[in-house]
């Protein structure tokens, strides 16, 4: 049985944050230990088309605003980096308490130019800990070659995804 720690959901417009929370919730429930950061957005304000964009922690519920006011007629992406630096961190020491599992947001921008969370990503990967993320075409090309020979990318269905966390199971318990 092949051991893929990373795996990407691909997805373009669909709730990939609401399908990431209900499958976060339901494996907790069910006794696992998920831990990461699940992206929510505000409403929009004024002419700016920026909505705030906020992360939230998975077990502990801690909010990290990740966005930041660049001014009207901005149209320029709007992440905070040190907000972002800062949510990873805390995810990090988080997982010094033990997980299961790791669901980040995204494979974004930020990690494509070598940010974000890729040194949490990792990370978790050293310490065993299986990642789910999404991925979005935009940046398929950066992420294929990330996760070359690691990773595996799935389909947005609740039996694919559990599927492949079973299967990493079962193949690093085996090890």
Same mark, same amino acid.
């Given at each position: 049985m092949s051991l893929y720690p990373l795996a990407a959901v691909r997805f373009e417009r669909a709730d990939i944050d609401g399908f990431f929370a209900d499958l976060a919730e339901n494996l907790t429930l069910s006794g696992l230990r998920v831990? *990461? $950061?699940l992206q929510t957005r505000g409403a929009e304000?004024?002419?700016c088309h920026c909505a705030d964009m906020d992360l939230t922690t998975l077990g502990s519920g801690r909010v990290f605003r990740i966005s930041q006011p660049?001014?009207?007629g901005s149209r320029g992406?709007?992440?905070h980096h *040190? $907000?972002?630096a800062e949510c990873s961190s805390f995810i990090e020491r988080e997982l010094d308490g033990g997980a299961d599992l790791l669901i980040l947001n995204r494979f974004g921008r930020g990690e494509s130019?070598?940010?974000?969370f890729r040194d949490l990503i990792g990370k978790a990967i050293a310490r065993g800990v299986p990642v789910l993320l999404a991925v979005r075409p935009t940046y398929q090309e950066a992420w294929s070659a990330f996760g070359a020979g690691l990773s595996c990318d799935l389909p947005m269905t609740r039996d694919a995804v559990l599927a492949w966390f079973d299967q990493?199971?079962?193949a690093r318990d085996a090890a």
């Open positions: 831990r *990461g $950061a304000a004024g002419e660049l001014g009207n992406c709007r992440l *040190g $907000a972002l130019e070598g940010r974000g990493t199971r079962e």
